[in-house]
T-cell receptor, first 114, second 115 residues
Framework: AQTVTQSQPEMSVQEAETVTLSCTYD???????LFWYKQPPSRQMILVIR??????QNATENRFSVNFQKAAKSFSLKISDSQLGDTAMYFC???????????FGQGTRLTINP | GAVVSQHPSRVICKSGTSVKIECRSL??????MFWYRQFPKQSLMLMAT?????????EQGVEKDKFLINHASLTLSTLTVTSAHPEDSSFYIC???????????FGSGTRLTVV
């Protein structure tokens, strides 16, 4: 079974700094999808970024980018120019194309300090 | 973008009663919907996967007779917590998968408190 590990339970940085959240996963499959979700205090799950494993180019969405290392099974999220509104729980998730369901990591609580 | 509406956002019920939570995809067809439970400061725990027109698939350890799931249409799935007890108090979240995309959209969640 696939597993997702987020080794940083909590992180805290100053506003405008860059922060990287780590995520590793375990799978024997070659084709899959990876996601980062954000859960702010409102508890609404929001998709931050996603990556298809067959794409070598790292996904980027404005201030959010990933470092996808397929051989190392690593999928880290970099947040540039962090803002107070980035304060949230961040979950890394994995999905097999045919399995439908998401496998979530344990989450990282990120706090952006003014 | 895709929107999933979940109601109610908060509900308080008495022990022994049942409560229904609705999850609707507003602007897309969702052949598959998912129900999660989230404890404070923890990750989402998948309870069950519901496919339109068929029985839900429950994860190991989830009581299907306590957590009744119905997915009667391509836009609506419901979770009924039957004979609720205080230990069922939790945050429940639904998500729906767009049949034309591999993305998932989440509802805003329901805070259930059983007193």
């Amino acid at each position: 079974a696939q597993t997702v590990t987020q080794s940083q339970p909590e992180m805290s940085v100053q506003e405008a700094e860059t922060v990287t959240l780590s995520c590793t996963y375990d799978t024997s499959e070659n084709n899959y999808y990876l996601f980062w979700y954000k859960q702010p205090p409102s508890r609404q799950m929001i998709l931050v970024i996603r990556q298809e494993a067959y794409k070598q180019q790292n996904a980027t969405e404005n201030r959010f980018s990933v470092n996808f290392q397929k051989a190392a099974k690593s999928f880290s999220l970099k947040i540039s120019d962090s803002q107070l509104g980035d304060t949230a729980m961040y979950f890394c998730a994995f999905m097999m194309p045919g399995a439908q369901k998401l496998v979530f990591g344990q989450g990282t609580r990120l706090t952006i300090n003014p | 973008g895709a929107v999933v509406s979940q109601h109610p956002s908060r509900v308080i019920c008495k022990s022994g009663t049942s409560v229904k939570i609705e999850c609707r995809s507003l602007d897309f067809q969702a052949t598959t919907m998912f129900w999660y439970r989230q404890f404070p400061k923890q990750s989402l725990m998948l309870m069950a996967t519901s496919n339109e027109g068929s029985k839900a698939t429950y994860e190991q350890g989830v009581e299907k007779d306590k957590f009744l799931i119905n997915h009667a249409s391509l836009t609506l799935s419901t979770l009924t917590v039957t004979s609720a007890h205080p230990e069922d108090s939790s945050f429940y979240i639904c998500s729906a998968r767009d049949r034309q995309d591999y993305g998932y959209t989440f509802g805003s969640g329901t805070r259930l408190t059983v007193v």
